[in-house]
């Protein structure tokens, strides 16, 4: 087993049971390996939550993942994210900056259907 991150929207749909937006690859990789997330994820869920995009609170989902998958969050130093993220001028988003930067950081994988990233960061799979 692996270390891989997970993209905001892979945990939206995993807390939401919608599993059908994933693709087959991307379901295998995450029943086989260790799943984390970037702090910057729950930052974004919460965003999200204020937007109304999404309804859980960004606790509930993580405690939720935890008990159904294992998920944890990453407790990488935030320096060494942000030493990672800081490399990757190809993507202006911040919560995409440092969510592929955690990833980076240890050149772990990082689960995205979001094709610019998987264009530019070799460990992302689909």
């Known amino acids: 087993m692996s270390v ?9 749909w995993l807390s939401s049971g919608d599993l059908s937006r994933l693709s087959d690859t991307a379901r ?6 260790d799943l984390l997330v ?4 729950l930052l974004e869920l919460k965003f999200l ?3 109304r995009r999404i309804k859980s609170s ?21 320096a060494e994210v942000v030493l990672a993220a800081a490399k990757l001028n190809w993507v202006r988003d911040p919560f995409d900056r440092l969510i592929v930067g955690q990833a980076a950081a240890a050149a772990d994988s990082l689960v995205t259907k979001d094709s610019r990233i998987r264009e530019r960061y070799s460990n992302a799979i689909w």
């Open 4 to 12: 891989v991150y997970l993209d905001t929207h892979v945990v939206v």
């Open 28 to 33: 295998r990789v995450i029943e086989e390996n």
């Open 38 to 41: 970037s702090p910057a994820v």
């Open 49 to 51: 939550q204020e937007i």
């Open 58 to 78: 960004p606790a509930r989902i993580q405690s939720y993942l935890e008990r159904q998958v294992g998920l944890r969050v990453c407790d990488k130093p935030f």
